[in-house]
């Protein structure tokens, strides 16, 4: 079992930052990545930003450049650097951990609101 808690979520104005943290505890054993996801009512949870072990990334185009996810293997924590937000990135933002036997834990998620 693994238990993620993120914080760092808020309310910013447009063109703001904010930065994400989630902190991993449990059995972390053979993660293969760990990401970022968001969802907004009535839409399906779509990925945001996702860190493989190696360190590879790979972004949502409608943040790419704007948003850096970066990892800390020591630590066991995963951050989300959020630059230039725009309304549009208004969603509750979730931490995922997904393991190299396909399973997938998740955070409570954050409230992220960016207003005009």
């Known amino acids: 079992q693994v238990q993620l808690v993120e914080s760092g979520g808020g309310l910013v104005q447009a063109g703001g930052s904010l930065r994400l943290s989630c902190a991993a505890s449990?059995?972390?054993?053979?993660?293969?990545?760990m990401a970022w996801y968001r969802q907004t009512p009535g839409k399906e949870r779509e990925l945001v930003a996702v860190?493989?072990?190696?360190?590879?990334?790979n972004y949502a185009d409608s943040v790419k450049g704007r948003f850096t996810i970066s990892r800390d293997n020591a630590k066991n924590t995963v951050a989300l650097l959020m630059n230039s937000l725009k309304p549009e990135d208004t969603a509750v933002y979730y931490c995922n951990v997904h393991n190299i036997w396909g399973s997938d834990y998740w955070g409570q998620g954050t409230q992220v609101t960016v207003s005009s």
């Open positions: 860190i493989f072990t190696g360190g590879l990334t």
């Open positions: 449990g059995s972390m054993v053979r993660i293969d990545r």
